[in-house]
T-cell receptor, first 118, second 115 residues
Framework: AQKITQTQPGMFVQEKEAVTLDCTYDTSDPSYGLFWYKQPSSGEMIFLIYQGSYDQQNATEGRYSLNFQKARKSANLVISASQLGDSAMYFCAMREGRVSGGYNKLIFGAGTRLAVHP | DADVTQTPRNRITKTGKRIMLECSQTKGHDRMYWYRQDPGLGLRLIYYSFDVKDINKGEISDGYSVSRQAQAKFSLSLESAIPNQTALYFC??????????????FGPGTRLTVL
């Protein structure tokens, strides 16, 4: 069963506007973590933001915020005030289990390609 | 200087050849990983290592082998390359389980083409 689903293969947004990239996940483990990574055209993977399953507040990191809806099992990435440099692939990933519980592999979604238009 | 480096960055080879991809890190992390990325499939785990004496298979280890030569070095080998191993390969590292996020830090990737 697919554990991380990113339903938007491609998105576009006008510069300076906000955009939401969708991510839904599936797990029966009460302890998990959700990550978003950015992959620009140069290919590297850049960590953006993290949300733990027990975190009370939605994570924020500069222009990035995570809209975490636990009951819906969704962890959407919101990018505010889009910039041309935000054009990239964005991957949602999940870590099942407590961090302290030993090895916790990351499971990645298929990604969403975001294009920011001037 | 990059914390996680991969060599080579690009490689074109022929079917049946043996290929080694190398990864080095200066982050002092114990855990290292090898992933491959195919279009539309995201990243999939090939092998991971907790420390020099610990090597584990990931979800797609067939056709690959690894060697953890030191804490800082983790190599991926394709003993006999085949065209469907054409992909972008990433090495990643992470700290131990006592750290809150335990996010993974990725190298720049190696683009491998098998003809």
């Amino acid at each position: 069963a697919q554990k991380i689903t990113q339903t938007q293969p491609g998105m576009f947004v006008q510069e300076k506007e906000a955009v939401t990239l969708d991510c839904t996940y599936d797990t029966s483990d009460p302890s998990y973590g959700l990550f978003w990574y950015k992959q620009p055209s140069s290919g590297e993977m850049i960590f953006l933001i993290y949300q733990g399953s027990y975190d009370q507040q939605n994570a924020t990191e500069g222009r990035y915020s995570l809209n975490f809806q636990k009951a819906r099992k969704s962890a959407n990435l919101v990018i505010s005030a889009s910039q041309l440099g935000d054009s990239a692939m964005y991957f949602c990933a999940m870590r099942e289990g407590r961090v302290s519980g030993g090895y916790n592999k990351l499971i990645f979604g298929a990604g969403t390609r975001l294009a920011v238009h001037p | 200087d990059a914390d996680v480096t991969q060599t080579p960055r690009n490689r074109i080879t022929k079917t049946g050849k043996r290929i080694m991809l190398e990864c080095s890190q200066t982050k002092g992390h114990d855990r290292m990983y090898w992933y491959r990325q195919d279009p539309g499939l995201g990243l999939r785990l090939i092998y991971y290592s907790f420390d020099v004496k610990d090597i584990n298979k990931g979800e797609i280890s067939d056709g690959y082998s690894v060697s953890r030569q030191a804490q800082a070095k983790f190599s991926l080998s394709l003993e006999s390359a085949i065209p469907n191993q054409t992909a972008l390969y990433f090495c990643a590292t992470s700290r131990g389980s006592r750290y809150q996020y335990n996010e993974q830090f990725f190298g720049p990737g190696t683009r491998l083409t098998v003809l």
